[in-house]
Every structure is written in C-alpha cells, then in structure tokens.
Nanobody, 118 residues
C-alpha cells in the first residue's frame, strides 16, 4: 500500500551539505507527520526532524540551526536540508510517515546512509 522512497544520502566532508528526499506513495491520509529518524551503529534510533501537514517542525537539539525540514503536500514528499554537517551526524537516516487520519499507522523507509568525514 504505502511505500517510501528515500534519496540523497552519501559521503561528504565535515561542513558540507546534503539534501535528503522521501517520496511517499499510497494513501498516507490527509493529516499526517513526515520526517526523519537516524541510527548510528550501537546507538538507539533518534528523531532528527519532523513536520506536520500544516508545516509545524520539530528538531533534535543538535540539528537546530543546521537542518531544515520541509514538505510538499502535492507530491507527498518530505525534504531534509542538512548544512554544516559534522561527523556525529553519520548514521542511517530513515524516513517516517505517521498516518493520523482514519486508521493510525507508521510507515518507514529502508534507510539511506549519511557519512560525514572529519
């Protein structure tokens, strides 16, 4: 039914930038949250940024001022612009869509690797 396709991960030097995209297909509901979590080896998965249908964002403290989340509701796509990247940002980044209308459901992407070198 719902499928999330992530893109934009890669290898960058510290201080560089990446732009992640996640396009959702299928019925994700008219009210939902889209965003990104990340998980580094040996660490728990943590919220990076989310944005509501209405455009209200949430960020992990370490991302504030560096990352910007946005979405295109016509394309059902969420973006994460990551600037001033640091080695500690290295992780697998997972797209999340949380359906809030009708039945409640979380949908996860397969993950895209972000690696930031010193």
């Amino acid at each position: 039914q719902v499928q999330l396709v992530e893109s934009g991960g890669g290898l960058v030097q510290g201080g560089g930038s990446l732009r992640l995209s996640c396009a959702a297909s299928g019925n994700i509901g008219s009210i939902n949250i889209m965003g990104w979590y990340r998980q580094a080896p040996g660490n728990e998965r943590e919220l990076v940024a989310t944005v509501t249908t209405g455009g209200t964002p949430k960020y992990v403290d370490s991302a504030k001022g560096r990352f910007t989340i946005s979405r295109d509701n016509f394309k059902n796509t969420v973006y994460l612009q990551m600037n001033s990247l640091k080695p500690e940002d290295t992780a697998v980044y997972y797209c999340l869509v949380r359906r809030l209308t009708g039945f409640r459901m979380d949908y996860w992407g397969k993950g895209t690797q972000v690696t930031v070198t010193s």
